[in-house]
């Protein structure tokens, strides 16, 4: 049976419930999955849509789960999707004890998204992709899962998390610190009270940009399809550092450290803080650049968002400061949550905490109080909610608002003014300038 036309486990369990109403049916334990390995019928068909540096992490990490199938990967850089095929088939050789050629490559993701194989593909494109590819996967009925941030822009994220509720997708954001049982466990202490009455909430990133060396255009690579690269965004000549890894240090496809770490601190604080962030807030920032014919990023920032509540919101590029840095990890990049009562620092890329007072890390969560639940694993928990039609512990709208923050506060280091944002609105508040930066006009035909 070919890859295409082979039964997926979606398709498989429609079937079997369509026939159940014609009649007794019988369905073998191995269909059903109850086999050491599943059948490849009842496994997920999974591609990946952008492989190199974290999507090919992913399609790597995903070779470790019985009950998935890796079936394509697709990258505009025909090395990185060759590259990728290869570890793929070498690995389901080895587990079929055969030669196995099955994994497909692609350079546009569209004839991905067109088989009916594929149940879900990992989109790990750069950030200028994210909100065009949820929304193209989400009307080809694939379920997602979208490196962070979900969005380049605020009116594109909204669009993508749209997309999502409207063809009824799973989908999780890749902020897989929210799976780290110390974040959740910090959430619990804030909204419990546990801090007393929150009043500022510090979020400090690094400061990583320096000079991009680029001294001019240079030649395309051979098999590297730049324009598809470039999709939405404006034409520009061709310099490896636009491209892979250091593209986040150009506006037009990221906003530097602000949606890069930004998108895992601010996550965490809002998973912990979200119900005591309500209302409009007062942002006022200040952002410094570097001169460099590339790069265009904030380099250093300090935003505060500032609520009716009297709750202060700050991003900074200052380190935390001594007294908070995490004895485990020594790292001084995180949240701080400051209440009356105490205060309790998240580090990221870890969850090390560390209080005062203490004790507070000793704190027992009540069977009456509000508990956030445990993910053990955020990979895991995306798939299983593909089978349950469950939700995760990373959706779109949560990655959205996450996404949200962090352009936000790029804006208030622009513009250097003063703010006013209507969270429930999406919407600056009598502010033509501001709300004209909520989006970025698109090259055709990659528009909404």
Known sequence: MSRRTRLTRRRLLQGAAAAALAGPYIVSADALGLAARPSASNRLGIAGIGVGGRGGGHMRSLLQDDDVQVLAVCDVDRGRAVANKNVIEK?????????????????????????????????????????????????????????????????????????VKRYGRVFQTGSQERSRDNCRYAGELV?????????????????????????????????????????????????????????????DYSDGELTDRGAHTNDIALLAAEPLLKGPATIIGKGRFIDDPLFDVATEYNVEFQYASGIRYIVSSEQAPPDVICSITGDRRGIKFEGDRGWLFVAIHGGALKADPPDLLKTKIGPGEIHLGRSPDHRRNWLDAIKTRGPTVAPAEDGHRTATFCHLTDIACWLDRKLVWDFDKEEFVNDPGANAMRDRPARSPWNF
Not at 111 to 126: F, K, Q
Not at 211 to 237: H, N, T
């Open 91 to 163: 690995h389901y050789s080895g587990v079929q004890g055969t030669t196995y050629a099955g994994c497909d490559t692609y350079k546009d993701f569209r004839e991905v998204l067109d088989r009916p194989d594929v149940d879900a593909v990992v989109i790990g494109a750069p950030d200028h992709w994210h909100s065009l590819l949820t929304v193209y996967a989400a009307r080809a009925g694939k379920d997602i899962y979208c490196e962070k941030p979900v969005s380049n822009t605020i009116l594109e994220g909204r669009k993508a998390a749209d997309a």
């Open 191 to 251: 909204q419990n009270g546990y801090l007393g009455k929150v009043h500022t909430i510090r979020v400090f990133l690094p400061k990583k940009v320096g000079p991009s060396g680029c001294k001019g255009p240079e030649p395309i690579p051979e098999g590297f399809d730049y324009d598809m690269w470039l999709g939405p965004r404006p034409w520009e000549p061709y310099h490896p550092r636009r491209c892979h890894g250091t593209f986040r240090w150009i506006r």
